[in-house]
Nanobody, 121 residues
Framework: QVQLVESGGGLVQAGGSLRLSCTAS????????MGWFRQAPGKQRELVAS???????KYADSVKGRFTISRDNAKNTVYLQMNNLKPEDTAVYYC???????????????WGQGTQVTVSS
């Protein structure tokens, strides 16, 4: 059974940093793309960042220069380093794994359970 377990969320002041982790179990994902989505209350789900199997990365304009996605295939883990956090980054963050990660999440095969990130002003 495949599971994606996220960690690293929490409460932080504006300007602070957090590092999210998502570790997969049940199979290896070296040949898959991985990504992070977020959803704030009353808003649509948003693709934050993605990393392909060859480690090409993409970012939402709102997080470019502040967030960094990376992966460690040996640990079956994807990370999201979030710096200079803003109150508008407050959301539940979900990791996702699939053949491709696009805005509509059409090719996502597995989802994490979500981790809350709250940024206070």
């Amino acid at each position: 059974q495949v599971q994606l377990v996220e960690s690293g969320g929490g409460l932080v002041q504006a300007g602070g940093s957090l590092r999210l982790s998502c570790t997969a179990s049940g199979r290896t994902f070296n040949s898959y793309s991985m990504g992070w989505f977020r959803q704030a209350p009353g808003k649509q789900r948003e693709l934050v960042a993605s990393i392909s199997r060859d480690e090409s990365t993409k970012y939402a304009d709102s997080v470019k220069g502040r967030f960094t996605i990376s992966r460690d295939n040996a640990k079956n883990t994807v990370y999201l380093q979030m710096n200079n956090l803003k109150p508008e980054d407050t959301a539940v963050y979900y990791c996702a794994v699939g053949g491709r990660i696009d805005l509509a999440a059409r090719f996502v095969s597995y989802w994490g359970q979500g981790t809350q990130v709250t940024v206070s002003s």
